[in-house]
């Protein structure tokens, strides 16, 4: 099965004329941000070989997102490890879904998972693996996998020692030895029970 514009097509035949597929990247790691995208594909000009960012290699996945921001509007919300600790994993990633949402003024939304963002500011459906069904929702995929990815390259650089560019904060043996080593950065995520487990080690 690949993604189609099925559900795309359906709220627009209810007369919603802005429909956004709206995706996360990092919900798992112990460190760095949870980065939520949204986006409205153009109405005829969908990147060939769109799909779900886990079906396509690191290198598609950047040459996919330079065709959308040539092509789609995206939106792009950051949520930071400080409002992770403060909200918890499954309601930063609401909140920056809906501020995405909210940022590009869109008046529907195919949501990735079982469940919308309860502040949405607009109509919308939660749509479960909907990376692999929705087009609009791989392309929120892609772009959020791609800027989280680079994000904590960058902070590979200010953080050295952890090795963040290569497992990206995920919960690796590398990490996890690591974060027992040097203790936890100002990016780990201290309220995940292996952060706080290692700093209580110090």
């Not at 004329?17 to 798992?28: L, M, P, Q």
């Not at 994000?151 to 030895?177: F, N, S, V």
Request: charged residues 25%; proline residues 7%; contains cysteine.
């Amino acid at each position: 099965m690949a993604p189609d514009h099925t559900h795309r097509n359906a709220a627009q035949s209810r007369g919603f004329a802005r429909v956004c597929g709206v995706d996360e990247a990092g919900r798992g790691p112990l460190a760095g941000p949870v980065v939520c995208a949204a986006v409205i594909l153009g109405a005829s000009s969908v990147p060939e070989g769109l799909n779900d960012s886990k079906a396509l290699s690191p290198k598609r996945r950047e040459r996919m997102l330079n065709a959308l921001l040539e092509s789609a509007e995206i939106a792009i919300s950051v949520v930071e490890p400080p409002e992770i600790d403060a909200m918890n994993i499954l309601w930063a990633s609401m909140a920056g879904m809906s501020r995405a949402v909210r940022e590009l003024e869109a008046d529907y939304a195919l949501i990735d998972g079982n469940r919308l963002p309860p502040d949405l500011h607009c109509d919308g459906e939660a749509i479960i693996k909907g990376d692999a069904k929705s087009l609009s929702i791989a392309a929120a995929s892609i772009v959020a996998k791609v800027m989280r990815d680079r994000l904590m390259i960058e902070a590979d650089a200010r953080y050295p020692g952890y090795g963040l560019a290569k497992h990206k904060g995920y919960p690796t043996r590398a990490h996890m030895d690591a974060i027992e080593r040097l203790g936890p950065t100002p990016i780990h995520r201290w309220s995940f029970a292996p952060v706080r487990k290692a700093w209580r080690l110090l």
